[in-house]
């Protein structure tokens, strides 16, 4: 059980959303990294320890394995290896240098192949949602690049939570429920889950592509800065917009939570038109439900229902009193 809870606990700190936490970046700063150890290591280890310190202190975390050890043990077993001619020494050396090379490459070919199917999937949905957003385009055009946004946002999504959590340990029950309970938390996996919602609709729902380019804009902003920050390209044209929206990543998430917010009020009303539709209604409410527990949007769905409680309900008890014992029922639905 303690295990599980640890994995649990592990699992909602790769979910939390670093990037909108202003104590991240001053913790950052604050901190050595080291050089000789890899980018994502580091990067996991210190996340661990921020979230440890600032949002669960019973996490726990294990060191990072110094290098020095594992290096003398190599280099003294390598040395009582060694044979007596130099041809024998030399040959061996040289085959494992261009073998670790070869296996270095390959490991960088891969993940950056990885990053590019990210980066292609949320710049199609970019490019998609504007064409289907434009005015005067012909309906068939808009409905195709309606679809085409949130397919690229299913392959978005599902590239980065392979990146994240990889496969279920287990393809049985258990390990499939477990590896659930830890990839439900991110916001990766609720934005599946949202643009399988909308990519099934028969009637377009247009304003529902807001949130996933929102999320796109800001993973292809994050991309750029870390792989073309000193290309010429990148600096003159993309830089300032990039910097804009690093800057204004909250204010990014607040608009696309009240745009979540707002398609599920959109459904509601829908269920008087001819574009009604029971099962997309209760299947978007019930994701509504799981933003506004999850911890990478919790915080942005729980303030603006407040905000929302704070002025419907003074109106619905001095005009609509008849309307206070369905509105507890649901608020408790929801809240628990």
């Known amino acids: 059980m303690a295990e599980e809870e640890q994995h649990l606990k592990k699992a909602a700190a790769l979910a939390y959303d670093y990037d909108s936490d202003p104590r991240w970046a001053e913790y950052l700063s604050n901190v050595l990294v080291p050089d000789n150890r890899p980018k994502s290591e580091v990067e996991r280890y210190l996340k661990f320890k921020f979230y440890q310190r600032n949002i669960d202190p019973d996490l726990k975390v294990e060191r990072l394995p110094s290098k020095s050890s594992t290096t003398f043990t ?37 993940r950056m192949d990885l990053q590019s199917i990210g980066f292609l999937s949320n710049s199609l949905v970019i490019i998609m949602g504007a064409i289907a957003t434009l005015p005067f385009m012909p309906p068939t055009v808009s409905v195709k690049s309606y679809r085409l946004t949130f397919l690229g946002a299913l392959i978005a999504c599902g590239h980065s939570i392979y990146a994240q959590y990889g496969r279920p340990s287990a393809l049985t029950l258990q390990g499939i429920q477990v590896w659930l309970q830890s990839a439900i938390a991110g916001k990766d996996f609720l934005y599946f889950l949202y643009s399988i919602v909308f990519i ?30 000193n290309a010429s390209i990148y600096r003159k044209y993309l830089e300032k917009p990039c910097k804009w929206l690093e800057a204004n990543t909250t204010t990014m998430r607040t608009l696309s939570a009240n745009c979540e917010i707002g398609v599920g009020f959109l459904l509601l009303f829908l269920l008087f038109s001819p574009q009604k539709n029971f099962i997309q209604l209760l299947a978007y409410w019930q994701l509504l439900k799981l933003m506004y527990h999850a911890p990478t949007t919790a915080y942005f769905h729980r303030a603006i229902w407040s905000r929302i409680g704070a002025k419907i309900n003074p109106l619905v008890y001095r005009y609509a009193s008849f309307l206070e014992t369905p509105l507890q029922y649901a608020r408790r639905w929801f809240q628990n």
């Open 74 to 110: 190599s280099t003294s077993s390598a040395s009582s290896q060694r044979s007596n001619r130099p041809e024998e020494r030399s040959r061996p050396a040289q085959g494992s240098s261009r073998s670790s090379q070869h296996g270095r490459g390959g490991i960088n070919s891969v």
């Open 200 to 229: 099934t609709t028969p009637f377009p729902i247009k304003f529902a592509m807001i949130p996933v380019i929102i999320q796109s804009l800001l993973n292809v902003a994050q991309f750029l800065k870390q792989n073309f920050s």
